[in-house]
Nanobody, 123 residues
């Protein structure tokens, strides 16, 4: 069974940090580009960050550049999103997703989705 399972979300104060993880199973994780998306309350989802299959290319939306870092460990079939200097506007459900290529990922043409993990930034 193909699965993506996120973890690491929670409640954090502004300026704090969280590290999200996404464990893949049931498919060849190391040949897929991966992305982190988020859906803020009442808003559409957006691509936050993306990384290609061998981790030598990445993308960040402007709102998180310099604060978030996407990485992956193909030996562990795991994708990460390290989030620093969190702000209330980062509050959202965060999803990981897989795409057949990095280009497809940046175009939101994803093949597989996780169930999401809630991140709440509030004092």
């Amino acid at each position: 069974q193909e699965k993506l399972v996120e973890s690491g979300g929670g409640l954090v104060q502004p300026g704090g940090s969280l590290k999200l993880s996404c464990v893949a199973s049931g498919f060849n994780f190391d040949i897929y580009a991966m992305g982190w998306f988020r859906r803020p309350p009442g808003k559409a989802s957006e691509l936050v960050a993306a990384i290609n299959s061998n981790a030598d290319n990445s993308y960040y939306t402007d709102a998180v550049k310099g604060r978030f870092t996407i990485t992956r460990d193909n030996d562990l079939n795991t994708l990460y999103l390290e989030m620093n200097d969190l702000r209330p506007e980062d509050t959202a459900v965060y999803y990981c997703a897989a795409a057949a290529s990095f280009l497809a990922c940046t175009r939101n043409e994803m093949d597989r989705w996780g169930q999401g993990t809630q991140v709440t930034v509030s004092s």
